[in-house]
T-cell receptor, first 120, second 114 residues
Framework: DTEVTQTPKHLVMGMTNKKSLKCEQH?????MYWYKQKAKKPPELMFV???????INESVPSRFSPECPNSSLLNLHLHALQPEDSALYLC???????????????????FGEGSWLTVV | AQSVSQHNHHVILSEAASLELGCNYS??????LFWYVQYPGQHLQLLLK??????LVKGIKGFEAEFIKSKFSFNLRKPSVQWSDTAEYFC????????????FGIGTKLQVIP
């Protein structure tokens, strides 16, 4: 099973709302990611969690707040967003880890179907 | 700096034509290489990947890619395209081991005309 599940698939929110995007994987992966993809553009990395700790924050504005409650879940809390934040938000995971115990296939990143966010 | 370049931004082919999409990368150390496809309105799907070993990699749906280390290239090929191959194709690269910071190319939009 190589599945990353994201909810909701579509979200419309006002600029004063607080909402969250959720991501779940049950592949035992220890690295999880949030990407943002605007129309006709490649995905851009936002955050990386490794072993439930934030490892990379690509200078993302504080109105986006990631959370990793456990090794299977990754949330993205949204508050006071702007219309230009409207995009497809992709969650991904990979096995993570290093050393002889990590299979090469662990370097593959699996993407969820994404959450389409519209800020009005 | 790590980067991935895709040279063809929009390709139009007739069905049964052969396809080659160019991809070059600039990465320090051991690199993993990927091709992802995104059909209209859908999510990213992995077409194929290269970690090590045989530089000619075969993926799903008849696609293959060749890693040429001396040219820092990982071009995608398909001998005969179909209308259903119409999609956006992204070349990507990441470091090896641990968590991956994946860098995507700008993407190539492939349009196959019946």
């Amino acid at each position: 099973d190589t599945e990353v599940t994201q909810t909701p698939k579509h979200l419309v929110m006002g600029m004063t709302n607080k909402k969250s995007l959720k991501c779940e994987q049950h592949m035992g992966h220890r690295a999880m990611y949030w990407y943002k993809q605007k129309a006709k553009k490649p995905p851009e990395l936002m955050f990386v969690y490794s072993y439930e700790k934030l490892s990379i924050n690509e200078s993302v504005p504080s109105r986006f707040s990631p959370e990793c409650p456990n090794s299977s879940l990754l949330n993205l809390h949204l508050h006071a967003l702007q219309p230009e934040d409207s995009a497809l938000y992709l969650c991904a995971s990979s096995q993570g880890g290093q050393g002889p115990g990590v299979r090469q296939s662990g370097n593959t990143i699996y993407f969820g179907e994404g959450s389409w966010l519209t800020v009005v | 700096a790590q980067s991935v370049s895709q040279h063809n931004h929009h390709v139009i082919l007739s069905e049964a034509a052969s396809l080659e999409l160019g991809c070059n990368y600039s990465y320090g150390g051991t690199v993993n290489l990927f091709w992802y496809v995104q059909y209209p309105g859908q999510h990213l799907q992995l077409l194929l990947k290269y970690f090590s070993g045989d530089p000619l990699v075969k993926g799903i749906k008849g696609f293959e890619a060749e890693f040429i280390k001396s040219k820092f290239s990982f071009n995608l090929r398909k001998p005969s395209v179909q209308w259903s191959d119409t999609a956006e194709y992204f070349c990507a690269a990441s470091n090896s081991g641990g968590y991956q910071k994946v860098t995507f190319g700008i993407g190539t939009k492939l349009q196959v005309i019946p």
